[in-house]
């Protein structure tokens, strides 16, 4: 059996009164106490499980595309699109709006397969938009040169994003 990684949560060891005139409150003030701490206890060695963290909702998703795009026009911007989505969980994408759950910093990673049809190199420049304004600093250039074989691009960037307030669950 692996390791806990989270130590299990015990209740305190509450001591037993001593004999006198306010014996009765401090018995049912620690009866109190000890239903409080076994009840937190159980709670959160629930939500920690064995391995620690197990379930804690974080929101992530993966989204990707299976579909060749297209740069037709030279100087002009393309939205890249994802199609689908693997492992959504508090964030979603219609076209090219991402939607989150909840407002925070989000981690984003773009990986992208490049290829070119002829011999000449070509600059590529990636950048993010929100909201139909390019975010300032956040170009990336990649130059694509030969024909016929594939270049990997990589990005990461980190981006604060605004729930939508119809979209947050209701208590």
């Given at each position: 059996m692996a390791e806990r990684l989270v130590q299990k949560v015990q209740s305190p060891a509450l001591p037993i009164p001593k004999e006198g005139p306010v014996k009765q409150y401090l018995d049912d003030l620690n009866n109190i106490l000890r239903l409080?701490?076994?009840?937190?206890?159980?709670?959160?060695?629930?939500?920690?499980?064995?391995?620690?963290?197990?379930?804690?909702?974080?929101?992530?998703?993966?989204?990707?595309?299976?579909?060749?795009?297209?740069?037709?026009?030279?100087?002009?911007?393309y939205a890249l699109q994802f199609e689908n989505t693997y492992l959504g969980e508090a964030i979603s994408m219609v076209g090219t709006q991402i939607t989150p759950l909840y407002s925070g910093v989000?981690?984003?990673?773009?990986?992208?397969e490049?290829?070119?049809?002829?011999?000449?190199?070509?600059?590529?420049?990636?950048?993010?938009?929100?909201?139909?304004?390019?975010?300032?600093?956040?170009?990336?250039?990649?130059?694509?040169?030969?024909?016929g074989g594939v270049d990997d691009f990589e990005y990461s960037f980190t981006l604060d994003l605004t729930a939508v307030p119809e979209t947050l669950p209701t208590p």
């Open positions: 409080f701490f076994n009840l937190v206890s159980n709670a959160v060695n629930s939500v920690f499980g064995e391995q620690g963290g197990r379930f804690i909702e974080a929101p992530n998703a993966k989204f990707f595309s299976t579909v060749d795009q297209t740069a037709s026009v030279v100087d002009t911007a989000y981690n984003f990673e773009l990986s992208v490049l290829t070119s049809g002829s011999a000449s190199s070509k600059e590529l420049s990636f950048w993010v938009r929100r909201s139909g304004v390019d975010i300032a600093n956040t170009a990336r250039l990649h130059v694509v040169s030969g024909s």
